[in-house]
């Protein structure tokens, strides 16, 4: 999706005016009721993501925020990203500041991408409040936006198509790809009726070995195009899943799934010798191979990464590179 996109979703997405009539959007359903009847019980976030995701990936911002590693690199180049100083302009708040945790089951990786993305931390009435006058802005570069009550979708100017509604009232979803067309088609989705991930066994099963409490964590299958290339070295992955902590530090637990037990432990023998040769910028690397699980357990500080960062720093420029 890209950048001039993303910000025409949140100005449509951030418009609201209960008093205006509401743009025909098509597709069937009401076009002026909200997204979704307000739930019994919270909806889970596997339950709105699609069932057929290639890579699943949990964010949990607010921890990922504290890190001394987001404070030194990521904080001083935020103010560069296009959009977010109209967007605080216009909006009167932070996009970032409020996000707490972001979950999103993507396909059609390296490609135009599909899927959802779900977002904590918004306050939907003050969402819902701002960019009233600058709908007709965003549209600029050739992107059709459409409200429809509090549902705004945008088809920008290469047919892509994104919308963006509350699900309550601090989760808020995001669709990419065909799917954001027809109101009806997102009300469905965000009344998850369907069960989505959650109706999965087989998504559940290494769901159930990720520890998803981390700054972040992901499951990718083997049906993405990621793993495509992966054959030629020896390796028939099934999934790719674990999770990283960067509050102090950075600490992964990552495992390759594959084809069989003795694929796992062949190319373990071969990693090994690969990895000792960098274990001096880590306190912990090692690789053992479990069942048809290639499992990577690694730690650094704060330090061995700034040291890391600049000997590959020094390696680009050596190199000419960026």
């Known amino acids: 999706m890209s950048r001039r996109l993303l910000l025409a979703l949140l100005v449509a997405a951030c418009h609201h005016d209960a008093a205006a009539p509401a743009t025909p959007g098509g597709g069937g359903g ?16 596997l339950a709105l993501l699609p069932i057929d995701s290639e890579a699943v990936i949990g964010v949990d911002f607010a921890q990922l925020q504290q890190s001394e590693l987001w404070k030194q690199y990521v904080v001083p180049r935020i103010g560069t990203i296009p959009g977010l100083d109209k967007f605080h302009e216009v909006c009167g708040f932070d996009p970032l500041g409020p996000l707490k945790t972001i ?18 931390g918004y306050d939907r009435k003050q969402a819902m409040s701002c960019f009233d006058k600058n709908v007709g802005n965003a549209e600029k570069d050739g992107s059709k936006i459409t409200i429809d009550g509090e549902v705004a979708r945008v088809t920008s100017s290469d047919g892509q198509h994104v919308a963006f509604a509350f699900v309550d009232d601090a989760t808020a979803l995001v669709i990419i790809g065909p799917d954001a067309e027809r109101l009806d088609k997102i009300q469905q989705i965000a009344a998850a009726t369907d069960g989505g991930l959650e109706a999965s066994a087989g998504f559940k099963e290494l769901y159930g070995a990720i520890d998803t409490h981390q700054s972040m964590w992901l ?82 500080t704060d330090a061995q990464i700034k040291q890391m960062l600049a000997v590959f720093g020094a390696a680009a420029a050596a190199t000419g590179g960026d």
Do not use: C, W
Request: a neutral charge.
């Open 103 to 120: 979950t999103m089951g993507l396909s059609n990786l390296g490609d135009k991408a599909t899927g959802r993305v779900v977002l904590h």
């Open 30 to 45: 009401s076009s002026t009721a909200p997204v979704a009847a307000a739930p019994k019980k919270p909806v889970s976030d």
């Open 219 to 300: 499951l990718v299958n083997g049906n993405s195009q990621a793993f495509q290339k992966s054959a030629p070295v020896g390796l028939h992955m099934k999934a790719f899943f674990g999770s990283m902590n960067v509050t102090s530090g950075l600490a992964a637990d990552v495992r390759v799934r594959v084809g069989s037990p003795d694929e796992a432990s062949n190319f373990t023998s071969m990693a090994k010798a690969q990895l000792d040769q960098l274990k001096s910028y880590f306190d912990k690397l090692d690789v053992v191979a479990e069942a048809a699980d290639i499992h990577v357990s690694a730690a650094m």
